[in-house]
């Protein structure tokens, strides 16, 4: 009788991954492409929610238990100082080493090392983009007043119903659009030595132009309600002059079906003279959860699933931006995505929102006010001055230093 050979062939190491919905399903053929190549290791995605907040939730309830199921996590930018404060994030540094952000265009740099340590590696970049159209007005206005004043000039005229089209609603976007208004009227939104900006001049001029938008009639005042999707149903239909968008937008307004495809031109926000313009930094990227069991593993999928080969899958197929330097200068995505030299100089411009563990509170608390403001009700300095003391009572009762 021969003598039998028994071959074990050790099982893979899946290293799961938590994603929002439409991150989930645009890497779906990344994953199935890096699993059929690799036997020894295999990409397990959980496909979250698509609202941010609820993917957080998500993610958030499975590390209080202590006992994550996730190795990685695709994170939006303002989670990282939270999510390192509370100890859920192992640096990156033993594994990427110093220099790993140096392939990425500056902007996509910012907010991925808290206390100098590296949480998060991008994925995508994200900024938001002032769109106007091109068949209207022969270049896109660069100061408040003239926005204004060529929105209102265009609708006596019977060209379009709205001035501009932009994220009113109380919820984050609404963060998004003031972030690069009180930047371009000279102010700034974050932590200092003189509380967090919003009892400023710069932050009350800021919030009395979107109060003025609406009372003036450029922008409807449905624009209460207006979330990312409605303000781009708007501006698809032709209703609009200008709209305050991500991106994504600009694929959408060039389906068939669009009334403005072919005729749309994206810029960076407008800003006060000697003041200058800013995009809201929005990008997605992964970091490490504690208490992976294998994190080297994750290590390498995190490489793989932020790498050349998937950065140009995203752009090329799904229109995403990318955070790769050279990939913005790259002749064959360029032909197809002719925009990307204007991305780039939005990415360029980027601003953070304040990175801070009590983001979410801060952000709440500058909604609220901004939210009335846009709906009728107060006076946008008083209205300021009361989101900066609500957001210096938070910081000092979690035991922040605000002002001296």
């Known amino acids: 009788m021969g003598l039998l ?4 062939a050790r099982p893979a190491t899946v290293v799961r991954v938590l994603m929002p919905a439409p991150f989930a399903d645009a890497t779906a053929d990344l994953v199935a492409t890096f699993n059929r190549a690799h036997r020894d290791v295999r990409i397990a995605v959980t496909r979250g929610p698509f609202e941010t907040d609820a993917v957080s939730d998500l993610a958030i309830s499975s590390l209080l238990l202590g006992d994550s199921p996730y190795d990685l996590l695709l994170m939006d930018v303002t989670w990282t100082a939270k999510y390192a404060a509370a100890g859920w994030l192992e640096p990156l540094d033993p ?3 110093p220099e790993a952000l140096e392939p990425l265009v500056t902007g996509a740099r910012a907010g991925n090392r808290i206390d100098g340590r590296l949480y998060r590696l991008p994925l995508v970049a994200d900024m938001g983009l002032l769109y106007w159209r091109t068949d209207l007005m022969a270049a896109p206005p660069r100061t408040p007043d003239e926005l204004v004043a060529i929105a209102r000039a265009l609708q006596q005229q019977g060209k379009v119903r709205w001035g501009y089209v932009w994220q009113g609603r109380q919820y984050e976007g609404l963060s998004c659009v003031f972030v690069e208004l009180i930047s371009g009227f ?3 939104w974050g932590p200092g030595e003189a509380g ?3 009892a400023s001049p710069a932050a009350a001029r800021a919030a009395g132009w979107l109060q003025q938008l609406v009372n003036e009639g450029i922008s409807p005042r449905a624009v209460a309600n207006f979330a990312e999707p409605e303000a781009l149903q708007s501006f698809e ?23 403005v495809a072919g005729r749309v031109g994206i810029t960076t926000m407008v800003a006060e003279p000697g003041a200058a313009p800013a995009a809201t930094q929005g990008s997605w990227g992964f970091s490490l959860l504690s208490g992976s069991p294998h994190p080297e593993t994750a290590v390498t999928v995190l490489r793989a699933l932020t790498g050349e080969a998937s950065q140009r899958r995203l752009v090329s197929r799904y229109g995403y931006t990318p955070t790769l330097q050279h990939l913005f200068d790259d002749p064959e995505l360029v032909a197809e995505r002719p925009q990307l030299p204007q991305l780039r100089q939005a990415l360029d411009q980027a601003v953070l929102r304040p990175l801070n563990p009590g983001y979410a509170q801060l952000s709440d608390i500058l909604q609220r006010q901004l939210s009335a403001l846009i709906s009728g009700r107060g006076e946008a300095a008083t209205a ?3 989101a900066g003391r609500e957001s ?3 910081l000092r009762a979690s035991g922040q230093e605000v002002g001296r």
């Not at 050979?5 to 074990?8: A, I, K, L, T």
């Not at 968008?245 to 959408?252: F, I, L, V």
């Open 5 to 8: 050979s028994w071959v074990w």
């Open 186 to 188: 000279g102010g700034q």
């Open 237 to 259: 239909a032709g209703e609009a002059a200008f709209m305050r968008n991500w991106p994504y937008a600009w694929q959408e307004l060039q389906r068939p079906g669009s009334a």
């Open 392 to 394: 210096d009572l938070l």
């Open 196 to 198: 967090v900006g919003l």
């Open 384 to 386: 300021m001055a009361r």
């Open 95 to 97: 594994w990427l080493g």
